[in-house]
């Protein structure tokens, strides 16, 4: 289709544009959820730091414990935080707790499961084996391992392992500052009550949520008149703000009432391109704005959510340094219903999900696709992905899919 770029380069595009990564600051590791790592962590420590059980039991010498009926003197105990600092000696045991430092002298753990204690007397009912249940020192790491590299999200997986690692305080990317502004002037903000040709404004709500999931601080700049001036002081607002990022929504085609690429254009923009291959969301304008990148989205609900979650969204995380931002997150799924051939424009169609146990999920596209539908997308658990002249396809033929139940780090 003439003057349209296909989605790739336009992401490519948008990814190019980012001039590097925003800048760190440091936070406590318990403010740290959501953010995005700008250094490595590297183990300050070893982890476990010393031989510990994985069982509770009793710590012996497997030469010992290597018969059954076997008897061992009980000499003391190791508990987690309390442990034993004696030796285990010939013909010796020492109760053990999971979690609990192993003692010098002993190879092995005798689980109480497999044992007997009365009166100070620790007899074998099953025998062990040298190192049976015990972790090892450095088993999970050691001291200056490098455990996660920069441009990860932190999550409570990671969260956790920093803390382990023995890190109270991480370096991150700030979050990248995201001005949103709705244009329009059939636009009232929620909560007003729409004349009789005006409607409620959403796409800024659903662009804000999508921004702040992946890392962003919002700038909510409201809603513009379609009108060159409003549109400027907006613009300004954004850059007083300093934002990273400006997200326009609505008026960014070139009709008699389409100001927004004009307006920019009034304050310097330089325009990246407009207009994709893609549907919905061809009218996507991208440029930058002195040190500002901007997006601007088209005004249809599914177009700017679609766009949002195909640019907005890897924008976001490389302005963060994530070394992923513009990876593929489709994944396969089987075709629920015919489809006939595509035109020249990638179609990113909602669509249900249905899943059977070991089988790979069958996606079946809503029969309304229009791009003014939010009910439809609101439904939808996924964006079943269409390429450009696709040929028909059959129900049960493989596609792609973007399932939109999925958290983004």
Not at 89 to 108: K, L, M, Q, S, Y
Not at 156 to 183: D, E, F, K, N, Q
Not at 230 to 256: M, N, P, W, Y
């Amino acid at each position: 289709m003439s003057g349209l770029i296909p989605v790739a380069e336009a992401l490519a595009r948008v990814l190019a544009s980012v001039t590097g990564p925003v800048e760190a600051e440091t936070m406590p590791l318990a403010q740290a959820a959501g953010r995005t790592l700008a250094a490595d962590i590297v183990a300050s420590r070893t982890q476990p730091p010393f031989p510990a059980s994985a069982m509770d039991g009793y710590a012996v010498r497997s030469a010992d414990a290597d018969h059954i009926d076997a008897r061992l003197r009980l000499i003391g105990t190791s508990a987690a935080g309390h442990g034993f600092t004696g030796q285990v000696g010939e013909g010796e045991a020492v109760r053990i707790f999971t979690g609990a430092p192993v003692p010098n002298g002993a190879d092995a753990i005798l689980i109480q499961e497999d044992a007997r204690a009365e009166d100070g007397i620790v007899r074998v009912l099953e025998a062990v084996e040298p190192g049976r249940f015990i972790r090892r020192a450095g088993l999970d790491f050691t001291a200056g391992d490098t455990l996660l590299t920069a441009g990860l999200g932190l999550d409570a997986r990671r969260l956790a392992l920093a803390a382990a690692a023995g890190h109270p305080c991480l370096s991150v990317r700030r979050r990248p500052r995201v001005a949103i502004l709705a244009t329009g002037d059939e636009l009232v903000e929620p909560g007003a009550t729409p004349a009789w040709d005006q409607i409620v404004a959403s796409n800024s709500l659903a662009l804000a949520a999508l921004a702040a999931e992946a890392g962003a601080e919002i700038i909510d700049l409201g809603i513009a008149a379609d009108d060159h001036g409003a549109l400027e002081d907006a613009f300004r607002r954004a850059r007083g703000a300093r934002a990273d990022l400006l997200i326009t929504l609505g008026g960014a085609s070139v009709g008699d009432h389409d100001l927004v690429q004009a307006a920019l254009a009034r304050e310097g923009l330089e325009l990246g391109f407009w207009r994709v291959a893609l549907r919905p969301g061809k009218p996507l304008m991208h440029g930058r704005l002195g040190d500002m990148l901007v997006i601007g989205l088209p005004g249809n609900p599914v177009s700017s959510i679609v766009c949002g979650l195909l640019f907005v969204i890897p924008a976001i995380r490389a302005l963060q340094g994530d070394p992923q931002a513009g990876a593929d997150r489709s994944e396969p799924a089987t075709l629920g219903r015919d489809l006939p051939a595509n035109d020249g424009r990638a179609d990113y169609m909602r669509a249900s999900l249905a899943f059977d146990p070991g089988q790979l999920p069958v996606a079946t596209p809503e029969q309304r696709q229009d791009s003014s539908m939010l009910a439809v997308l609101g439904r939808s658990e996924a964006l079943l992905i269409r390429a450009p002249h696709e040929p028909p396809a059959q129900a049960g033929d493989l596609c792609r899919i973007i399932r939109l139940d999925r958290r983004l780090l």
